[in-house]
């Protein structure tokens, strides 16, 4: 059977179910608030919203692959385009550009057209420190260790913090060789 | 179209327009956010009474929220006075835009006056989630319950809402139902007597202190009806 080609960003997201993006903002706030309110600590909220990002990530792989029809990548380049052109389209129906490369290739930027995330929200004085997308650099996380990549994801540029544009920088850490899981004679 | 060109940077966030609200992202990503949303909550408590106490007050925010956006961008600023007539809203305006579709049915309880059921087939929030044997009776829709209560509660009429299965005959799933208790002093005092017309401005006031200034035209001392609508006698030449 000839390979499936891949399917654009915009085509999947015209063919999935979609929600209001104001019921996803508002329930995101909520949640944002609720931590807030627990946890107290800015800093503790960054931690708890990345590894939130991070479970949905992991889970959100196996609908990302099986949706897309993208095979396996050939370089972190390729991987990096497919997040931004498919990923965040497919999901949040908002496209992405990948710039700030390195020299070497392992490190570089998604720079978001637009969020969804962010409708309504100011930070207030007390909450300066807070990444408020921090779940989305998590998502980005989980999703590239089940494809066997480790990569650290920060935000450089966050517009609630006053910059011109929401920008993830995307490093990439390592790639983890894929095992075969059991040994032969087990 | 969506996500075309750079977003506009706005010095806060008051001076941003308003979205016309018809941006959409996909239903994948708004359950993973919801699962999450359950999934922390469950570290945070020690029982399902307390885990859906937390659920419905994420959806509180959510409502009260919705309500003023509503209000804001469709209505003019003006918002529904009238019992029945928030009821139908939540029902109609509010299910259509958070669930893309108006709910299945608003009934009046049989058993109480004061009772009224919001019921839908396949709640959108509970679309993906199965609850596990030793859960009980636990229901995600009290994330819904809390954004119904949200907007009941910031328009004025404070009631008590809870999620509810209701097994359907010939259906496998269940249905979920939104029981929503009015408080009681709102369906018990009558109307107050024939000479007292509603006041023509219609403003919804649940507190004096909103009355005096908002009413500061009014020649005669107010009166509240029993919703919390001003009913200022009305001067008869």
Redesign the interface.
């Known amino acids: 059977m000839a390979p499936v080609a891949p399917r654009s960003g915009d085509a999947i997201?015209a063919s999935?179910?979609?929600?209001?993006?104001?019921?996803?903002t508002?329930?995101?706030?909520?949640?944002v608030?609720?931590?807030l309110t627990?946890l107290e600590e800015v800093e503790e909220v960054n931690k708890?919203l990345d590894q939130?990002g991070y479970?949905?990530g992991v889970?959100?792989i196996d609908?990302f692959l099986a949706k897309s029809n993208v095979s396996r990548c050939v370089d972190f380049k390729e991987t990096a385009d497919v997040i931004a052109k498919i990923g965040f389209?497919?999901?949040?129906?908002?496209?992405a550009s990948v710039t700030n490369w390195d020299a070497d290739g392992t490190c570089c930027s998604i720079v978001?057209?637009?969020?969804?995330l962010v409708?309504?929200?100011?930070l207030p004085d007390t909450c300066q420190g807070l990444y408020y997308c921090n779940?989305l650099s998590g998502v980005v996380r989980g999703a590239l260790e089940m494809v066997s990549m480790k990569t650290e994801v920060t935000w450089v540029r966050d517009?609630l913090r006053g910059d011109?544009?929401?920008e993830l920088q995307v490093k990439l850490l390592k790639q983890v060789p894929e095992e075969y899981p059991y040994k032969d004679d087990e | 179209m969506?996500?075309?060109?750079?977003?506009k940077?706005y010095a806060?966030?008051l001076e941003k327009p308003l979205?016309k609200?018809k941006?959409?992202?996909?239903?994948?990503?708004?359950a993973?956010?919801?699962s999450?949303?359950v999934?922390?909550?469950q570290t945070?408590v020690d029982n399902i009474a307390e885990l859906e106490r937390?659920l419905e007050?994420?959806?509180y925010?959510?409502g009260a929220?919705?309500l003023e956006?509503l209000c804001h961008r469709d209505k003019g600023n003006r918002r529904e006075t009238r019992l029945l007539g928030i009821l139908s809203f939540v029902h109609s305006t509010v299910w259509k835009?958070?669930?893309?579709k108006v709910a299945d049915s608003l009934e009046k309880g049989t058993e109480h006056e004061d009772e009224y059921m919001i019921s839908e087939k396949e709640l959108?929030v509970n679309r993906f989630i199965s609850i596990p044997k030793d859960m009980g009776t636990f229901n995600c829709g009290a994330f819904v319950a809390g954004i119904v209560r949200g907007v009941l509660d910031s328009a004025g009429f404070p009631a008590v809402v809870t999620a509810h299965f209701v097994p359907m005959e010939g259906q496998q799933r269940p249905r979920t139902t939104i029981l929503i208790k009015f408080a009681e002093e709102f369906l018990q005092c009558s109307f107050s007597s024939p000479v007292l017309n509603p006041c023509p401005c219609n403003v919804l006031a649940y507190s004096i202190a909103v009355l005096t200034s908002h009413h500061a035209h009014h020649a005669l001392p107010f009166q509240l009806n029993h919703k919390g609508l001003c009913i200022a006698p009305v001067e008869l030449d």
């Open positions: 997201f999935v179910e979609h929600v209001n993006a104001e019921l996803f508002l329930t995101y706030g909520a949640i608030r609720q931590l627990d708890q939130m479970n949905i889970r959100l609908e389209k497919m999901f949040l129906g908002v496209g978001l057209e637009d969020n969804p409708d309504f929200v100011e779940i517009m011109d544009a929401f | 969506i996500g075309v060109g750079k977003i940077q806060n966030v979205s609200g941006q959409e992202v996909s239903l994948g990503a708004f993973f956010l919801f999450e949303l999934q922390y909550n945070q937390r007050d994420a959806g925010s959510v929220r919705i956006l835009v958070l669930f893309g959108l």
